[in-house]
């Protein structure tokens, strides 16, 4: 073999044999665990090593994150290093895009961020069934994000369900008796013991009121006193417009009377019929709800769902279909905020 024919084959030898240039992939930068082992529910996050950019991670990896979503319904990023409001709205809109408005409010919130608002500011010592965001309007986020900013110093946990699961739970006969009759509520804005219809719906213009109502199917009449009174038939259950999962999803538990403390039904209802107080659920025809079938549905909740403590800077993505969320008492400073992403419309 002459001079030129053995460096040419020493040349194809060494480009066979050299190191090949390894290529990770996004998904790669990150592993991933259940936090509840058994119940493989919610699925983590966290990273492979420190430094990870998690809104330039999140930018490349949006399918990985909805195709981890739809098939567990929660995912917890977990050990990031998340730097504020600022980077958790980042991360949020890298994932989800544009983020939503939050209009015909039933909880009082801040914003705090560009669409970046506190979690529901109802008193440390009462807890929150658990519920899907918005259920009981004409539209309601398809994604729901929360943020550990900081922890309580002990308590309040946002615990999660299922709901593929929970429907399969609740009574044939109550979920045949809901999909009869449907299911109304019936708010009542400025009576002084719940919000005005200025802060539910973000305006002072009763002339935008009465539009937002008219294209959300919403009854409505102006009362004295510059109070508001609204019926609205709403639906009881859901299907995932992705996966076809059918979900028990309405207010009627949150929204009922006697979600309320006993002494507090009996104040209410000594001074205003059923129908005038802040809020109440009705079965579809006006009739009343039985209280012990919300109960029960209220109980199958909380039998149902998964709890663990925040830490600080964990984010949580939850399906707003596919799971619940709540939240149970704390003692000491606790801020948890919250983000809103694709919305979805079902009128009737």
Known sequence: MDEGKRRESHFDEFKANRRKVVRL???????????DTEERFPLVLSPKAAGLNLVSWG????????????EWGAVLFRGFNVDGV???????????????DYRERAAPRKEVGSRIYT?????????????HEMSYSHNWPTKIWFYCAQPAQKGGNTPIANDREVINLIDAKIKERFKEKGVMYVRNYGEGLD???????????RLVVEEYCRNAHTQFEWRAGDRLRTRQGRQVTARHPKTGDLVWFNHAHMFHISNLPAEVQYALLSEFKDDEIPRNAFYGDGSPIE???LDEIRDLYQRSAVSFPWRQGDILLLDNFLVSHGREPYIGPRKILVAMAELYTSLP
Do not use: C, Y
């Not at 992939?25 to 936090?35: C, M």
């Open 86 to 100: 600022s980077h958790f709205e980042q991360f949020a809109r890298a994932v989800s895009g544009e983020l939503l």
């Open 291 to 293: 209280s012990s079938i």
């Open 25 to 35: 992939s996004q998904e790669d930068l990150v592993k991933t665990a259940f936090l």
């Open 59 to 70: 930018e490349n990896n949006r399918e990985f994150v909805e195709r981890q979503l739809l």
């Open 119 to 131: 979690s529901t500011e109802f008193p440390a010592d009462q807890s929150i069934p658990l519920h």
């Open 195 to 205: 919000m005005t219809w200025q802060v539910a719906f973000q305006t002072n213009d």
